[in-house]
């Protein structure tokens, strides 16, 4: 158990609809982050938090936004989805973000998300 | 552009052998490099790292050897265990600030 928590672990959707992913990282971490594993893609970095603010963009698409809360829990909103949106949403956390060093980042168990 | 590389989709190994899972990777900007373990339905785990400014680490059974010349880095498990089993994957990390670029993962079978 890497102590991050993802809800729901399944979620089922239709094309076009909006969902919402939340993340509550390890107590003590200030940095979140959320990546997606696709079948063709691997697992590709989206976007990280740092104490509520966003630190870093990866290939997020548009219609995807994020958010860090002052309980630094956050949420992966994915909005006007596809079917190719159909993945694996991992968050991860880490205790800092000092450039130039290296924290490890602890991952949740992961959100599958299916666009039907 | 896949900036990080896992040529080799699986491997195979017999339980007391060695283990070598290899990665290549393009951009040169990369500082560190970080091997995951995952297990299905787990997120990934972190197994070890290496800055770029060095060409080996270890920790216990493992040891990541890094060939900036080459722009390649291996992961060795020596000696390999059925509990090793899992998919393993590289990634580069920017001095942007721990942005993580995986590769496609290996998986990896140890036989008893």
């Known amino acids: 158990d890497s102590g991050v928590t993802q809800t729901p672990k399944h979620l089922i959707t239709a094309t076009g609809q909006r969902v919402t992913l939340r993340c509550s990282p390890r107590?003590?971490?200030?940095?979140v982050y959320w990546y997606q594993q696709s079948l063709d893609q691997g697992l590709q970095f989206l976007i990280q938090?740092?104490?509520?603010?966003?630190?870093a963009k990866g290939n997020i698409l548009e219609r995807f936004s994020a958010q860090q809360f002052p309980d630094l829990h956050s949420e992966l909103n994915l909005s006007s989805l596809e079917l190719g949106d159909s993945a694996l949403y991992f968050c991860a956390s880490s205790v800092g973000n000092r450039r130039g060093e290296i924290y490890e980042q602890y991952f949740g168990p992961g959100t599958r998300l299916t666009v039907t | 552009d896949q900036q990080v590389k896992q040529n080799s989709p699986s491997l195979s190994v017999q339980e007391g052998r060695i283990s070598i899972l290899n990665c290549d990777y393009t951009?040169?900007?990369?500082?560190?490099f970080l091997w995951y373990k995952k297990y299905p339905a787990e997120g990934p785990t972190f197994l070890i790292s290496i800055s770029s400014i060095k060409d080996k680490n270890e920790d216990g059974r493992f040891t990541v050897f890094l060939n900036k010349s080459a722009k390649h880095l291996s992961l060795h498990i020596v000696p390999s265990q059925p509990g090793d089993s899992a998919v393993y994957f590289c990634?580069?990390?920017?001095?942007?600030?721990?942005?993580?670029?995986f590769g496609g993962g290996t998986r990896l079978m140890v036989k008893p």
């Open positions: 990634a580069g990390d920017l001095n942007a600030g721990n942005m993580l670029t």
């Open positions: 951009n040169s900007m990369f500082d560190y």
């Open positions: 107590s003590g971490d200030l940095s």
């Open positions: 938090y740092y104490n509520g603010e966003e630190r």
